[in-house]
């Protein structure tokens, strides 16, 4: 299994993602301030991951600091600058407010806590993922040829994936036999990242362009599109990698199931809707070059929002780990969220 964050002993390294699929290196980070870098450049991405990530940019700092005169409050605004380090995966603030709720108080004991929250972070999203293939993959018909964008697999979780461990695990499960991947610009994590995964799988996948989706669908060609999701409101909008919302629109014309499938930290309890979700707005550079190859004319004004949002409206069924919800998505994603911890999913 591919690791995208690997913890030792005093120190968490990050495989730098933005060298993909070329370069597979890792990012040794000793300091908060150099996760929250990794974060913010996307050498690591995906709400599940990042959050992980952050976790044990927590520990790495406190490590630092442990001695230090202001080591609590330094260790304080290291917090603060990694829960903010993305605002739209709720993931990150989610599992950071979690951890420094129930700190103790300092010194070897806080080290010590911290590293056993971020251990624990990384072994509970692992089981996650594989809970939500299994009820994701269920819901394919065998053969079907499903579509994704982005990257949702083991580079932006930890393990299978989130829509991508849904893919694995109805591959393995004859329910698959093609994968249309977006190439998802301006970052390109599907070219990049999940035709890599694929690739490495012996998945059959087929690499289009964003553009090419809907014509694919007006052939019929495809069956069922699976998303992740980096924000999910209580009434099933979900804000997600640029151009899901377009894709839920072509797939609502041509009648076709849309998935989002996503753990329950993605949900954010405290949004009744998807309007007071944060758009995260990127550099222009992203936009204008590949890889430092200008693409636009030097100073275009460019827009670039990393994320849009999907009304629940157009979402055929949210797939989490405590089960599925479709329909009335209030309701059905307060009953998931009341599964969590029970250890038996819902049917
Ligand atoms: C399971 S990852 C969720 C989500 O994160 C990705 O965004 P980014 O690559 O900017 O971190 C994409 O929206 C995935 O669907």
Known sequence: MIEPIRPTADAVEILDQRALPERMRYIRCTRADMVVDAIQSLAVRGAPAIAVAGLYGLWVEALALAGHTNGTDELEAAK???????????????????????????????????????????????????RMAQFGAALLPPSSRVLTHCNTGSLATIGLGTALGVIRQAYADGRIDQVWVDETR?????????????VQDGIPATLITDSMAASLMAQGKVDAVLVGADRIAANGDTANKIGTYGLAVLAHFHHIPFYVVAPLSTIDRTLSSGNAIPIEERAAHEVREIRGQAIAPRDMPVFNPAFDVTPSSLISAIVTDTGVAQG??????AKLLE????????A
């Open 80 to 130: 603060d600058r990694i829960r903010n380090a993305r605002p739209t995966a709720v993931n990150l603030a989610w599992a950071v407010d979690k951890v420094w709720a129930t700190r103790p108080g300092e010194g070897s004991a806080l080290v010590r806590y911290l590293r056993r929250e971020a251990d624990a972070l990384y072994q509970e999203e692992s089981l996650r993922n594989e």
């Open 186 to 198: 301006p970052l390109l994590q599907g070219s990049r990242l999940t035709a890599w995964e694929l």
């Open 328 to 333: 009335d998505f209030e309701t059905g994603i």
């Open 339 to 346: 599964q969590e911890g029970k250890g038996t999913p819902d």
